[in-house]
């Protein structure tokens, strides 16, 4: 059971991953830079936030043209996880892992917070540990973290992807007021069809330890690699 | 081999929220500029192209432009090649 945390130009949130991986799984991830992805073999990869090639053009645009994007790509074809975070998210989005596209968060500027997020599937290695319409309690820290859908690519919910955990308020209620950045339904994150290609805005990594607060995050490190652990991944 | 100049207009596609048009537009009257009903924001990426004739020079400029510079999700664009 492996996992390893790529890194890009910009990644900041690479650190607080690995770290993360170890206290709630025991695992050893390393950190990889982008160019050497393929020489790493790994049942999880972490694509973690910060702000890849400063962000410039669009969040994730430049890490999508990254060699380790074609890896990745392999990665997920032979049966491997793939987890990005917040820029980790918007690299997937843009490489077309995932569907959809980020704006500038409606309030126009850059929030860091916590949040409310209603779990809204579980059948995913990721969230296998949460109970459907669970509230959990991560932070955000992005500017361009609106989630929107092309017309045609919301009505492929369920055969390209699907829904994982929505902005809520406390009672779990999936609403405007609750939702920090303006993305489409509340979505804060998704998965692919698979459920094994997972994007999310939220920080996982940094409520994923008692310390940090109520460890929401942990058990998303816990459910991949428990899984990994049971052989439904590449194996060990 | 011959410089071409290609203009890549990037915009968002009717309906998309666009926060910052409405952000500018709203600071408009702070100029005194009045009666803006809209703005939208949109990039442009002006690319110097070495090719041997203008028609590869913006059939590599339109390949930039679709897979790189425009967003198809939300975004569209035009090509304008320099005509000087």
């Known amino acids: ?236 | 081999m011959s410089r071409f100049g290609v203009r890549v207009l990037v915009s968002l596609k009717p309906g998309v929220r666009d926060p910052e048009g409405q952000a500018i537009s709203e600071a408009l009257p702070g100029i005194g500029v009045e009666g803006v009903a809209d703005v939208r924001a949109g990039k442009v990426f002006d690319l110097t192209i070495e090719a041997p004739d203008a028609a590869t020079a913006r059939e590599k400029a339109d390949v930039a432009a679709r897979r790189l510079l425009a967003n198809p999700v939300l975004e569209t664009f035009e090509l304008e090649m320099d005509r000087s």
């Open chain 1, 1 to 236: 059971m492996r996992a390893a945390v790529c890194v890009f130009p910009g990644s900041n949130c690479d650190r607080d991953a690995s770290h993360a991986i170890r206290e709630a799984t025991g695992v050893v991830a390393p950190l990889v830079w982008h160019t050497d992805v393929a020489r790493v073999r790994a049942d999880l990869w972490v694509l973690p936030g910060g702000f890849s090639y400063g962000d410039y053009l669009r969040a994730g645009a430049l890490a999508a043209l990254s060699p380790a994007i074609d890896a990745m790509r392999r990665h997920v074809n032979e049966g491997g996880l793939l987890l990005g975070i917040c820029n980790g998210f918007q690299i997937l989005v843009e490489a077309g892992f995932l569907p959809g596209a980020f704006q500038s968060n409606d309030v126009l500027h850059f929030t860091a917070r916590d949040v409310f997020l209603r779990v809204a599937r579980t059948s995913s290695p990721f969230l296998s540990l949460y109970r459907e319409g669970e509230v959990i309690e991560l932070p955000i820290a992005h500017g361009e973290g609106s989630y929107q859908m092309g017309d045609d690519e919301a009505s492929r919910l369920g055969a390209t992807h699907h829904v994982a955990l929505q902005y809520c308020d406390g009672a779990g209620r999936v609403q405007p007021e609750a939702n920090p950045n303006g993305s489409v339904d509340g979505i804060a994150a998704v998965t692919d069809a698979t459920g094994r290609v997972l994007g999310m805005m939220p920080h996982p990594e940094r409520n994923a330890e008692p310390l940090f607060g109520t460890a929401d995050g942990q058990r998303i490190f816990q459910g991949a690699l428990g899984t990994v652990r049971r052989g439904v991944g590449r194996g060990a």
